[in-house]
């Protein structure tokens, strides 16, 4: 079955530390990735998409995140984080219908 | 640029009431999907629609229903609400012009309450 992974439930990291969310999919075929984050309460942010082409894909706020499909993994990375960065980011995938999000991982800042 | 409008962006029910959620996709888009978002969860699809036609079904309750319209708006009808209804709603939509590509832009949402 399709599925999304992300194994932490919970991350903590010092501001201005650099940053790394894991995430892993099980597909038959490469989906098409995604990451999202999501401030308490509020909707769904896109940060960053990868489709085909270079596997290190750049997105917004910071972020880019790698491609690896010998891993079947797709982790978001940042050098160094904000105290606004604190939230929920989930990893997605889908291929040509529903998305399937991870569990998400909440990160917490310390100052 | 249009984004997706979801509409009302907050709502209150008793139990056993129902609840009709709008949601209005980005102009020439033709794809409308609603997922479900319960409190501390990630989002579970619920339904799809293609140009008007229902294309895909998640876990969806018997209770709630679907369609959409002829101007490519969707309406989620949910009925005998539950406590356990009590989510945040996302409404997303993409155009399946290119084979293959599917990129789904996410409305603000619609918050459920539930009493």
């Known amino acids: 079955a399709q599925s999304v992974t992300q194994p932490d439930i919970h991350i903590t990291v010092s501001e201005g530390a650099s940053l790394e969310l894991r995430c892993n999919y099980s597909?038959?075929?490469?989906?098409?990735l995604f990451w999202y984050v999501q401030s308490p309460g509020q909707g769904l942010q896109l940060l960053l998409k990868?489709?085909?082409?270079?596997?290190l894909v750049q997105g917004i706020k910071g972020f880019e995140a790698e491609f690896k499909r010998s891993q079947s993994s797709f982790n978001l990375r940042k050098p160094s984080v904000h105290w606004s960065d604190a939230a929920e980011y989930f990893c997605?995938?889908?291929?040509?219908?529903?998305?399937?999000f991870g569990k998400g991982t909440r990160l917490h800042i310390l100052p | 640029a249009a984004g997706v409008i979801q509409s009302p962006r907050h709502l209150i029910k008793e139990k056993r009431e129902t609840a009709t959620l709008k949601c209005y996709p980005i102009?020439?888009?033709?794809?409308v999907y609603w997922y479900q978002q319960g409190p501390g969860q990630d989002p579970q699809f619920l339904i799809s629609?293609?140009?008007?036609?229902?294309?895909d079904k998640g876990s969806i309750p018997d209770r709630f229903s679907a369609q959409q319209f002829s101007d490519y708006h969707s309406e989620l009808n949910m009925s005998s609400l539950e406590l356990g209804d009590s989510a945040l709603y996302f409404c997303?939509?993409?155009?399946?012009?290119?084979?293959?590509?599917?990129?789904?832009?996410f409305g603000p949402g619609t918050r459920l309450t539930v009493l």
């Open positions: 997605a995938a889908n291929r040509d219908d529903k998305i399937i």
């Open positions: 629609f293609y140009e008007k036609m229902q294309s």
């Open positions: 102009p020439r888009h033709d794809t």
């Open positions: 990868y489709f085909s082409g270079d596997t």
């Open positions: 597909y038959g075929a490469t989906p098409y």
């Open positions: 997303a939509s993409s155009w399946l012009g290119v084979a293959g590509l599917n990129e789904q832009f």
